[in-house]
């Protein structure tokens, strides 16, 4: 086991790191911007550094100022957590070149699927189902029209090197297909530096059902059942929740196999999420896997009892799973929904200081957090405030528990998506299970 740690993040996951650190009595140093000096990463690490001013690109994106922070504290390894770095090829291939243990997969297995046109080849040779769709190199939209024609409209446009929402659009026609080609092609340059988009078909009233892996340096790899991640806004998961209501038992037990199968594909080693989308009837394909540990991961760990950060960090020192596929048993309903630093209707940045800050407790609720009264939320990372994660004997006590929570959660000096959620918790489709992707924009 490692004896200490440099956590390369920030936020409620920099704490939720060290936390885990803390129970397997590893060491942290926590690395951090001039504007985060006094948040509480910083203040309950063990070490910390600064490496850089406020903007991500100068501190939190600064491999450099990383891999010497780590240097000078004698830090073995380095947990990305999730966003910024977590999924860099590069900065895993730097850690291990300067005898830093990455605490992820390797650069081979992130590179294979973090190029989402490589990673469907990968899958349509591995068995997994994917979608029909073309790659379109360069940048002249009659290859486009001409991919859009043998696929059928709709289509999706998305960026081949990331995802996340970004560089993706929805065209219907050939007019706005011409008119949203360039934009996603733009869009992907900026955010993933390549141009590159493909195309695929886009299914209507679908779901969005990912399934959380682990494996280890030993060739084993589990499952941990599947999340519903169908509640989005403009492509950002807002609520998520495990077990899917939309899976039969028989279902779910194909998903996850499946997404066993893909994990092999690419010998893939510690956390990661094979995503699906759903179609209305019941035919599932492979979206995309994220090589990370999730935002949404603390709903899996509600129902399953398993820690996967510590998991993650006994995977990375060479440790074998501790359970086999037989061992792991899900138990009741999570649902874990997102509090963002946004105006609930029009979902603005609404970063500020916080003015007054209240956490719902009690039985089976669990907030993440980095934030508390007289903090501030800068405007210059994500939005997120807290995730708030409920866990219940069955879907129905669970979203009864979110909500009283969500009446409970108390934030004042800025604008949080807080009355949002309440709405969608309380609306009949979501309480039932009939929401997908297209009737959430318009919830409540």
Avoid: W
């Avoid at 939190?60 to 957590?81: F, K, M, W």
């Avoid at 992907?188 to 195309?199: D, I, R």
């Avoid at 957090?369 to 800068?378: D, L, P, W």
């Avoid at 800025?414 to 039932?432: G, H, M, N, S, W």
């Amino acid at each position: 086991m490692f004896t200490k740690i440099l956590i390369a993040n920030r936020g409620e996951i920099a704490l939720r790191i060290i936390h885990a650190c803390r129970e397997l009595g590893v060491k942290t140093v926590a690395i951090h911007s001039k504007a985060d000096e006094d948040s509480l990463h910083v203040r309950f690490a063990d070490e910390s550094v600064c490496v850089g001013p406020p903007e991500s690109a100068l501190s939190y994106l600064n491999v450099p100022n990383i891999i010497s922070a780590a240097e000078i504290t004698d830090a073995e390894a380095i947990h990305p957590g999730y966003g910024f770095l977590a999924e860099n090829a590069d900065f895993a291939e730097i850690c291990e070149s300067s005898r830093i243990k990455f605490i992820g997969p390797s650069p081979e297995s992130m590179r294979a699927m973090g190029n989402k046109s490589l990673a469907r080849r990968l899958m349509e040779h591995a068995g997994v189902p994917i979608l029909t769709g073309r790659e379109i190199k360069g940048d002249d939209p009659q290859e486009a029209l001409k991919a859009a024609g043998e696929i059928g409209y709709p289509v999706l446009i998305k960026a081949s090197g990331g995802g996340g929402g970004k560089g993706m659009r929805i065209a219907y026609t050939d007019a706005s297909l011409v008119n949203s080609f360039q934009m996603a092609r733009a869009e992907a340059q900026v955010a993933f530096g390549t141009p590159e988009v493909y195309l695929e078909k886009f299914v209507p009233k679908s779901r969005h059902v990912e399934v959380q892996v682990l494996g280890d340096v030993h060739g084993h790899i589990v499952h941990l059942g599947d999340r519903d991640c169908t509640i989005q806004r403009r492509y950002q998961k807002l609520i998520e929740e495990s077990p899917s209501p939309a899976l039969s038992p028989e279902a779910r037990k194909e998903i996850c196999c499946i997404a066993v199968r893909a994990a092999q594909a690419v010998e893939y080693v510690n956390a990661g999420t094979v995503e699906f989308i759903l179609d209305q009837d019941g035919s599932f394909y492979f979206l995309e896997m994220n090589t990370r540990i999730q935002v949404e991961h603390p709903v899996t760990e509600m129902v399953t009892g398993i820690d996967l950060v510590k998991e993650q960090i006994r995977i990375a020192a060479g440790m074998p799973l501790p359970f086999t596929q037989e061992d792991i048993q899900l138990r009741g309903h999570s649902i874990e929904c997102r509090i963002n630093a946004e105006h609930p209707e029009t979902f603005a940045p609404s970063p500020g200081r916080v003015t007054a800050f209240h956490m719902p407790g009690g039985m089976g609720i669990r907030v993440d957090t980095a934030a508390h009264s007289e903090c501030v939320i800068s405007p210059y990372y994500d939005s997120l405030v807290a995730k708030l994660v409920a866990h219940a004997r069955d879907r129905e006590e669970c979203i009864a528990r979110m909500a009283g929570a969500l009446e409970e959660f108390h934030v004042e000096g800025i604008r949080t998506t807080i009355p949002y959620l309440k709405k969608v918790i309380a609306d009949q489709r979501f309480r039932e299970g009939r929401h997908y992707t297209e009737n959430v924009e318009p919830l409540p």
